[in-house]
């Protein structure tokens, strides 16, 4: 049986407001020692709130100021991590460290200092560019320790940091990796600043999570945890703090910022972490509470709760969001830090700031709940669970244990199909030079898109949206009360909104953190083009962004796939979306990417309907090709401080790692559909690794001459057209492949389904 | 009805709120069928019109009811606007 693997902690790192270290923060929650004072790291006089939660740490006291703040942060804590698990990176064992994490507003920071120097006139800095996308965190921090396992950056806004280790157990258990570093990492930024404050979401004061309910307070840090298998924990001789036992992920498919009021889709999620663990729930004795301080979070937390785990007599809750702030994309792995911590040493940390008048309206309207205001509660706990819900009503919930205990996660093991292909392509665009896509109002209203919702869309979501209906149209999927919960989203995007992020950083530039666009904010999160699908279709399964360069795309099949091996879901819709605007043409122009003799831009979005086999027959769908294997790799082999250097070898690995899941051999493979840019070097560097591995007679597809760089749209359209040429008969078998930074690479084979 | 007001309120919401102009009338409802606005919609509209005309919609005890549209958001602003 698959997916019994035994998940296990055995190293821990966290830097917050109230401490740089795990000991340091986890002796200040127990103690209620809030890291809230007013914020320092920009004017905030004309602003309604001053407060915030900021690391104490300079940017200089955070490796040495040469990253955005957001990777520092990731950097301090992996590396208390990596040392807490006694890991020498100088060893064999470096090379299989993969690492995963999750952050919401990524180089936020570094846009607003290129934005800044734009707004004066100058030119911008181009280590601030490189370090803007989410793409290239997770990269950057595995180069940095020579950590050399594959890297995902994880992008579901506030459940970003859940959801990353989330996917470590995930791609444990289904045999892609033996130890990853997880977690997340957010820096305070103007951007949050100013779109919480838009939205009047920021607290007057300090938050105050489940008592005035009045908003949050913004708080920046990191948290990583080292995710291991058990035996290779066993095997290298690792202290284990405790067992990782399921997760679970769902989408609201509501409201892009507020949660659903009667807590449906909350509870979905910890139904599914509870169930996925083999547990009941009065088995759970300690819940680290999303507790932001939001009135509709905590209405709807509160609810969640109190519903589910009626049956519990001794269940005890806190958010320690009061003290650390609210971290963003970093707060599901900072509370799993002090969720773990609270397992291993039976001592729960509270939530601070009730008044005496406060714990008694606390009491009356928490029932058979024990909440734990102001002072930690001592008691000897075996199963705890840590929640995160985000904007684009993503939720992500899992469970820590003392003991293994006997999961729920088998299910048969089933052969996996393309069954569905939902495009939108850019034309080529003389003005512009660029590949640019139809977007006609009228194309959305034939899928039956009313307008008041279409508007609110940026241009990401846009092109998601229209590939996504697109893709169930040609599967014949209706989605309806029965198949709403075992449908999925997973989204792969290089660049994300980088549109939104920087004409919203722009505005704030020139008008001030105080006027910031209520309207505009929302469309700043990696994933808000995944929610605004869920909400227009009803999908209410797993949902997840990846931002990982160019290969996202076909990362996204293999995420899929895997939510579809652990039986999360039935059907899964994998994408690969990036936009084409001036904003993208400044940016990959000031990069030296685009111009003469280089890679031309494009957009588009290409939507993937995978899905098991059972569910395929069920409903006699189409079938154009059978997932035969997939695998991404990466390494450390040449200049690790260049993270646009390719990798040979890692390359191979991905090759020989598809085609020994598939059971075939290397002449086997006719086609590749490769990714191909006109950048010389990286089209020079493919081929010759092709010709090595196949033979010269390899044919190798290169899509982007027809469609320009359209980064993750052309990693799916890659693996899609591989799909189609499957299934009219024009090839028997192949693989598409692709890449992203610091070396790392994706490779799908397809063959007759 | 102040048509200049109305127009530059008009241009505020298409602009700000990403409304099709030709959508728009001065009588559509804002919060109903018609266009869909909603909660974080409403924000945008408080910070637009204070921008445009100085009037604070939340500080001056503005309802439900004059929310409901370009008209009855032009009557608010008129009837608060100072000089």
Redesign the interface.
Known sequence: MLNEKRCVITGLGLVCAIGDNVDECFDAALNGKSGIADAKSFDTTECYSHKGAEVRLSDEELAGGKYDRTTALGIKAAGEAIKDAGIDMDSEVASEIGVLLGSCIAGAACVEKYYKQKAKGEKGDISNLKAMPASVIAGNVADYYNAGGITANIVNACAAGTLSLSLAIDLIRGGKGEIFLAGGCDSFSSLAYSGFH???ALAPSDCSPFNHSDGITLGEGAGVLVVESYEHAVKRGARIYCDVLGSGVSSDAY?I?APRPDGEGQMNVITRAVKNSGLKFSDIDYVNAHGTGTAKNDESEFLSLKTLFKGSKDLYVSSTKSMTGHCLGAAGAIEAVFTVKALVEGKLPPTTGYSEEDLKVLEEKSGSINFIANKPVTKDVNYVMSNSFAFGGNNASIVFAKDPNVLNLTCPKQSLYVTGIGMVNGEYNEEKGDYIANLD?DLFKAYGV????L??LDRLSQLQLLSGIRALEDAGITVNEENEGVIGICIGTNDGPMTEIANFQKGIIRDGIE?G???AF?NTVYNAAGGYLSIATGIKGYNVTIANGFQSGIQSVCAAAGAIMFGYESIMLASGTDECTDIDDEIFSDLGFTGEGKMTLGEGSVTCVIEKDSSAAERGAKRYAKIAGFSSTRDTSGDRSDNSRMSEKALIRALENVLEEGGMKASDVKCIYGFGNGIESIDKFEMDVYKKFFGDDIEVKLIKKEYGEARAASSSLQFAMLAKDIHEGRLETGIAVSYGTSALYTAVLLTRA | MNNEIAEQIKGMLVERLRIPADELEYDSELFGEDIGLDSIDSIEIIVGIENLFGVDLSGSGATREDFRSIETLTAFVEAHKEG
Request: charged share 30%; proline share 6%; net charge positive.
């Open positions: 838009a939205l009047r409201h910022t109002t009313k307008s008041a919702f508007r609110k006027k666009s209520a309207f929302p």
